[in-house]
């Protein structure tokens, strides 16, 4: 511990360095022995408050509009800690100067109109002086503050001599920066471990698989928006999965325990699909010969699921706003209208802003349900989940059907991976379970793949090339029968080169710029290659 005496600082030079010197092991401590924010801002705090010589400190940040204190320390028999309180940020404090201001100050209590007195209202021990500094980052920004107290109003140990608080203004900055990184990392570790324990329970409950980053991003969206009550838009191509987010969403809620009600829009007719969303009373039409209640009073308390929206015709679409901003139904045939709470959540493989412009969708329904939008990456977008997405494939029907599981070739794979996908995850399910019905060898070839995965789907390719897929065909077959397992035998260099450039222009949707930056080459040379090998966009 720094003794007294020691900090009784004068402008010698002498006296300086003694006073660094006998802190720097402590500080250095302070600093390096534990990364826990909650240890090494206690440790600090205590520090300082060795060094200035008092018994009372805090650490405050800046949470929204309030100053919260996440640290605080006072003498034996000191009952006044205050650790986990908080100040207004439109009152009048010295935590408030000091964090608007970025300066150091000394306030005098009860004097100082900074002071916030009603604070310490009903503390044994009130403050009589403080001095208080940012606690800034590199970058300039100021996250916090320090407040060292004197009590005593008798004795006043507090120094406040201006070079000794230049020098302890120079400790606080480094212990800040530290102290910084250190909170910074655990809310990060925090905010990844919420991350995982959400995916963990997506997974564990609707199968919902993949570790590429446009889907944790997309799972990120999900995580924070469930937590909302807002409505929420899915958007994607067909296959990627916008049911089983619209389930996590659900699962993920506090309506969790509620109804989830879960209605495709366009798989049934406009009438009625209108009766089932809204129900109807008796005599309501021919047919109608008792009452009947609809999906979304079913659902009340819970969430409803509109897939495919946008399929949804004009006369519906006003219904539902009507739900949607008052909260209301009318059954068909019945004069009163019942309230209802429900959250909504859509769904379409559309772009419904385009819709909008042609007058097929309604632009005020698509603003009040485009809160939340959340669009889901195509699989081909996302290729490190592939192999995820096969190996749960193969896995899961494999215990269906009690057989052992395949195993797919590294040539497979890659020849899966550069495949369009153009199904998406569906087309995935799809793929496996034609593989394990027609093979019989654990492991999966070339060869065992279904031909319509082995010719291009690309219309492109097919007029640029039509030779080299028609000698892919033959090759294909003859490797079937060979047992061989490659695609590349009998190709010439010009007809494997025409394939690779028509598949990068395709690609890049005919960017000469984007697919000879991924060909690694110059544009300049992709472009002569293109017209030597014949290659145009008509």
């Given at each position: 511990?720094?003794?007294?005496t ?13 006073f ?20 090494m ?6 520090l ?8 009372r ?20 028999g ?62 300039g ?19 406040v ?14 212990g ?5 990184n ?9 905010k990844?471990?919420?991350?995982e ?9 609707v ?55 879960v ?18 009373r ?5 047919g ?12 009340d ?12 015709s ?15 139904i ?5 004069t009163?209208?019942?309230t ?14 385009v ?6 969708f ?22 490190k989940?592939?192999p ?79 030779e ?55 544009r ?15």
């Amino acid at each position: 511990m720094v003794s007294v005496t020691t900090l009784q600082l004068t402008n010698h030079a002498d006296k300086k360095e003694t006073f660094m010197g006998q802190i720097d092991l402590e500080f250095y401590n302070v600093l390096f022995a534990d990364l826990d924010p909650a240890s090494m801002q206690k440790r600090f705090l205590q520090l300082l408050l060795n060094i200035q010589n008092v018994y009372r400190g805090s650490i405050w940040i800046r949470r929204e509009n309030r100053y919260e204190c996440i640290q605080s320390l006072g003498s034996a028999g000191d009952t006044d800690i205050i650790t986990g309180a908080t100040i207004s940020v439109a009152e009048s404090s010295i935590v408030g100067w000091v964090m608007e201001n970025g300066e150091m100050t000394v306030a005098e209590a009860g004097k100082d109109p900074r002071h916030y007195r009603d604070f310490e209202t009903d503390m044994k021990l009130k403050s009589a002086w403080i001095i208080a500094f940012p606690l800034i980052l590199k970058n300039g920004e100021v996250y916090g503050v320090v407040q060292l107290i004197e009590t005593d109003l008798q004795k006043r140990r507090v120094n406040v001599d201006p070079e000794f608080l230049q020098l302890l203004q120079r400790i606080v900055d480094m212990g800040a920066i530290a102290l910084g990184n250190a909170l910074n990392y655990t809310a990060q570790l925090e905010k990844n471990q919420a991350l995982e324990q959400v995916l963990a329970k997506i997974r564990t409950t609707v199968q919902i698989i993949g570790q590429s980053r446009p889907f944790i991003e997309a799972m990120k969206k999900v995580r924070d928006f469930a937590q909302t009550e807002f409505p929420v838009l899915i958007t994607g191509e067909s296959g990627t999965g916008k049911d089983l987010i619209a389930t996590a969403l659900h699962d993920l809620s506090s309506r969790q325990n509620q109804p989830f009600i879960v209605q495709n829009c366009c798989a049934i007719p406009e009438t009625l699909l209108e009766s089932e969303l809204f129900g109807y009373r008796k005599g309501a039409f021919t047919g109608a010969t008792d009452d009947k209640i609809g999906l979304l009073q079913a659902a009340d308390g819970g969430t409803v699921f509109l897939d495919e929206i946008g399929d949804m015709s004009l006369h519906l679409q006003a219904r539902i706003l009507r739900v949607i901003q008052n909260c209301e139904i009318k059954p068909l045939g019945d004069t009163q209208t019942s309230t209802i709470d429900i959250r909504i959540i859509c769904a379409t493989n559309k772009d419904l802003s385009v819709a909008v412009r042609r007058k097929e969708f309604r632009e005020d329904l698509f603003y009040r349900i485009n809160v939340l939008p959340l669009h889901l990456p195509p699989l081909r977008e996302r290729k490190k989940d592939l192999p995820l997405l096969l190996n749960y494939f193969f896995n899961r029907e494999a215990r269906t059907l009690g057989v052992p599981p395949k195993r797919i070739s590294k040539k497979v794979l890659r020849y899966l991976i550069n495949y369009p996908w153009e199904g998406n995850i569906r087309e995935v399910e799809n793929f496996v379970k034609y593989i394990i019905s027609t093979t019989d060898k654990n492991l999966v070839r070339v060869h065992d793949i279904p031909e319509h995965f082995k010719v291009s789907k690309d219309p492109v390719v097919a007029a640029v090339s039509p030779e080299p897929q028609k000698t892919r065909a033959r090759l294909v077959e003859r490797d079937r029968q060979a047992g061989n397992d490659t695609l590349f035998d009998g190709y010439s260099w010009k007809a494997l080169e025409k394939d690779y450039v028509a598949y990068l222009l395709n690609k890049n949707k005919w960017s000469i710029t984007r697919a000879a930056q991924e060909a690694q080459i110059n544009r300049s040379t992709f472009a002569s290659r293109m017209a030597r090998l014949g290659i145009h966009k008509n």
